[in-house]
């Protein structure tokens, strides 16, 4: 049967499950390519319906709504890893390609998944264990020591799902919420990095320099290119542990290996098989973005060069701060781009168009140089006026007197 394509073009129609920022994103590379974007959203006010020209509105748990956006598309592919695993193998089983497939998802989908293939091909990660009574937790407690990272099996993101419990008493009511729960030794980690790694269904892969992702209250705040310090061994050792997890599991499309930095080398903390916030940078500091190459993954295109744009590259997150908040009289929000151009001239917006609230992710910005400290001092204070709409007075204009 011949390839999918969209007949008003001769090129491919990538459907992407998902309407958030990671979908608008990838709409905003499939422009220049020349392919069409089909979005599957909740509802026509998400990230990327608002820019998208094809929108189908549905439920990804809703296998009908999938089917219709699968159907006349050359791809399927995700902005989330929330769809039910047994979805994906009936879009495969009605013929449509799924990338990555489902057997490769369920390895971002399920934590417990995911640590039994890599205690199988023997990656590191940190110990664990699969609980499912109070007293299995206070065994592992007991034998990795206390307190212990507890974490939902599905289902948690930017800290959602996540836990730290210092006695066993204290993981009885999640117990009572949830049958069976992943134990994780607490790691004595120097920081927490992040390998992105991109592969075809040809198997052609390829890397980005390993990353620092800086994480407040679990959420990433800033992403440091390359990860400061980190030395040329652990750094190539990293992106080959990525490599190699990318190959073993069968991803097909851009996958986020986060990782603890430990003393002794690096661990395995979790997967995403999608573009992630740890390679927003890309857009600007590399050659090719992490979101033009899951599109040429996806479609089995070769892959772009990753090479860095500038020695330096730090991308800030924009999370509502003092300007969501009720009541709030400051510059509003178009006032406030006014301002970061003329403050920041070079420091690149990324806005998501999400309807805004206090600690919401509602965009990034990028800033390049040489110089790790002037290039992160630009991207944050910048990000931070957005949110907050107070200038950092190392960046104010100079008034006259």
Do not use: C
């Amino acid at each position: 049967m011949a390839t999918p394509v969209d007949p008003r073009t001769g090129l491919p129609v990538v459907a992407m499950v998902g309407g958030g920022q990671l979908a608008r994103m990838t709409h905003q590379a499939a422009i220049a390519l020349g392919q069409s974007l089909r979005v599957l959203s909740t509802g026509p006010d998400e990230s990327a319906a608002l820019v998208a020209a094809d929108v189908r509105l549905g439920d990804h748990r809703d296998l009908d709504a999938l089917l219709a956006l699968a159907d006349g598309a050359t791809v399927v592919t995700f902005d989330h890893e929330h769809v039910p695993t047994e979805h994906l193998r009936a879009l495969e089983s009605a013929g449509h390609r799924v990338a990555p497939g489902p057997d490769a998802l369920v390895h971002a989908q399920d934590k417990l998944v995911l640590r039994r293939a890599l205690a199988a091909a023997g990656e590191p990660q940190p110990a664990w264990a699969e609980v499912a009574s109070v007293d299995e937790v206070a065994a592992f407690g007991d034998r990795h020591g206390w307190p212990v990272v507890v974490k939902t099996p599905r289902g948690g993101y930017d800290g959602r799902g996540v836990f730290v419990v210092d006695r066993p008493d204290d993981v009885a009511e999640l117990l009572a919420r949830y049958d069976v729960l992943l134990a994780e030794q607490r790691v004595p980690m120097v920081r927490e990095l992040s390998a992105l790694v991109a592969r075809s269904p040809f198997g052609q892969v390829s890397v980005w320099p390993v990353v620092e992702t800086v994480q407040r209250d679990g959420i990433n705040t800033e992403v440091l290119a390359p990860a400061p310090g980190l030395d040329e061994d652990t750094a190539t050792a990293a992106q080959e542990l990525a490599v190699r997890v990318a190959d073993r599991v069968g991803v097909v499309g851009v996958m986020a290996v986060e990782l603890f930095q430990t003393a002794d080398g690096v661990l395995v903390n979790e997967l995403a098989m999608r573009p992630h916030n740890s390679g927003h940078w890309t857009i600007e500091g590399s050659r090719t973005s992490q979101f033009e190459q899951h599109l040429r993954a996806v479609l089995d295109y070769p892959l772009g060069a990753t090479a860095m744009a500038a020695p330096v590259v730090v991308m800030a997150n924009v999370l509502g701060g003092r300007a969501t908040e009720e009541g709030w009289t400051g510059p509003g929000l178009d006032e406030r781009v006014h301002h970061l151009m003329a403050h920041w001239p070079d420091v690149k917006l990324h806005w998501y168009g999400k309807g805004q609230r206090p600690g919401r992710k509602l965009g990034h910005v990028t800033a390049l140089g040489t110089d790790l400290d002037e290039v992160r001092a630009r991207a944050t204070a910048a990000a931070r006026y957005l949110a907050d709409g107070e200038v950092d007075p190392a960046f104010a204009f100079p008034t006259e007197h």
